[in-house]
């Protein structure tokens, strides 16, 4: 995602007695300075109607029903429409954009910097190694320091 614009709101918009929590997001993608962004990112949050802000399961807000359906944009491989935070969930989780991007960060971390072209070879070993639907973090830190890349890895003082 880009840096907000200058003087951009960063603040979410007050909560009322009337309006639903998705009504007030729904302002972000009307105003054009906003809309380029929040169209991508409101609905991936929409999935998350059905919970209150402390975490609480909800069917109504306001007296409205929730509406927890939401739609993933921008991606390779799981673009569309979900209903609820579970069905998101499954999608995020089958999408190889996603595991890559995971193994991917966890890299960064784990060797504190950003990837270079001659890691290429490296974090594709790692993805090939931990692909799939069971893909679990301790597979991809496993697959990580097991690596010929972590062994020989010496930081730079």
């Known amino acids: 995602m880009p840096v907000p614009p200058p003087g951009a709101d960063q603040n979410f918009p007050p909560a ?5 929590t998705r009504q007030r997001f729904d302002n972000h993608r009307t105003n054009p300075t906003c809309a380029s962004c929040h169209i991508m990112m409101d609905k991936l949050g929409y ?5 209150d802000a402390m975490g609480t399961f909800r069917t109504t807000e306001n007296g409205v029903m929730v509406d927890d359906s939401g739609e993933i944009i ?12 579970s ?19 966890w890299f ?5 910097r ?13 993805n090939k190694k931990v692909g799939g639907l069971a893909m679990k973090v301790t597979d991809i830190l ?9 062994r020989t890895y010496q930081a730079v003082k």
């Open 16 to 20: 009322t007695k009337t309006a639903t």
């Open 47 to 51: 999935g998350f109607e059905s919970y």
């Open 74 to 85: 921008g991606t390779a491989d799981i673009d569309g429409p979900f209903k609820g935070a």
């Open 87 to 105: 069905e998101l969930s499954h999608r995020l989780a089958s999408s190889k954009q996603v595991q890559s991007c995971m193994t991917t960060q």
């Open 108 to 112: 960064r971390f784990a060797f504190a």
């Open 114 to 126: 950003l990837e270079t072209d001659a890691d290429k070879c490296v974090l594709n070993a790692i």
């Open 142 to 150: 496993s697959a990580i320091v097991e690596s010929d890349a972590f």
